[in-house]
């Protein structure tokens, strides 16, 4: 949290120890007792202490409106156990917490990439052994469609007779951490691919938004790259589950760690994405459910 923000919470303590009443924090004794208490927490804050608390509290229980005036919502005495972790803690001490859990969430995530990447990185330099290069796409009639096949020419450097390769097509944008366009695919080399020796070959993607790169943006990025390498019989000769999307991925939540510690937001937008509360997980499933059956009356309508 910024030292003016903190400053804020703090002056908001001392006065309400001034005034004789104690710290102000959160009682979960009922539903009843949680919004008081949250009316009162919020009475002097800023707007934008305000803003920071609805953060926390939404990513820790997923009740940004508690103690808001006119938010319309109201907690159900089922829901009182969620906010028990909370009890007696003050709108500083519910934003210190959700900060501590939202950089562990991202640290972890920056420990399993950087597990990923170590743990394959010699299956890595076997794959990047087996080259794709001179990838472009065209279209071609289908059904009386337009679809999209990809032609490439592949390179066995490695010293292996293959006779599969599992690989991945993608198409990213400058900056982007998640592919616009993303495929894989596995091709067979029935007599196998000798040491050395190279060929084109074409394939059919499933998805026809590949047409776009028939003429792409030049500032669009297509990349194939080999994830598994396999001998006659299925044998494993190389496997890795690390590419270009992942590193981008890893430097994208490090971004997200620097910035958590020089922002008062907890960065709930970027990655990693947060794992939802229960409250918006049963949300969701209640909206998915009600959904599923607009879409089922309809369907027998018909």
């Known amino acids: 949290m910024s030292s003016s923000l ?5 002056a908001a303590l001392l006065l309400s120890v001034a005034l004789g009443c104690g710290p102000l924090t959160l009682d979960v ?31 820790l229980v997923g009740t940004p409106w508690l103690g808001k005036e006119g938010s319309g919502a109201s907690l159900e005495e089922r829901e009182i156990g969620l906010l028990v972790p909370l009890a007696g ?10 900060r501590r859990r939202r950089i562990s969430e991202v640290r ?10 170590d743990s394959t990185a010699a299956a890595r330099r076997d794959l990047r052994e087996f ?22 020419r592949i390179d066995n450097g490695t010293n292996h007779m293959v006779s599969m390769v599992h690989f991945r097509a993608v198409l990213l944008k400058p900056g982007d951490h998640d592919p616009w366009l993303e495929e894989e695919f596995d091709l067979v080399f ?52 690390w590419g270009v999307v ?29 794992s939802l509360p229960p409250l918006v997980l049963e949300e969701i499933a209640e909206l998915e459910g009600q959904t599923g059956e607009h879409a089922g009356g309809e369907e027998e309508s018909g």
Request: hydrophobic share 35%; charged share 35%.
């Open 190 to 241: 029935f007599d196998g691919l000798a040491p050395g020796e190279h060929g084109r070959r074409r394939i059919d993607p499933e998805q026809q938004e590949w047409i776009q790169v028939v003429d792409p943006h030049p500032d669009l990025e297509f990349v194939i790259e080999a994830f598994r390498l396999e001998a006659r019989g299925g044998r494993h000769l190389s496997f890795s589950d």
């Open 89 to 98: 803690r003050t709108a500083d001490g519910i934003v210190a917490e959700a």
């Open 246 to 274: 992942e590193a981008r991925r890893l430097e994208a939540c490090k971004r997200t760690r620097g910035e958590i510690r020089l922002t008062d937001s907890l960065l709930l937008d970027r990655p990693p994405l947060p």
């Open 108 to 117: 972890s995530a920056i420990t399993d990439f950087e597990f990923r990447r």
């Open 6 to 10: 903190h400053r804020g919470f703090l």
């Open 29 to 59: 004794s009922s539903p009843e007792a949680v919004e008081r208490s949250a009316r009162k927490m919020r009475k002097p804050m800023s707007v934008e202490e305000s803003a920071v608390f609805d953060e926390a509290l939404f990513y």
């Open 131 to 152: 080259r794709f290069s001179e990838a472009r796409v065209y279209k071609r009639n289908r059904d009386y469609l337009e679809w999209p096949i990809i032609e490439f």
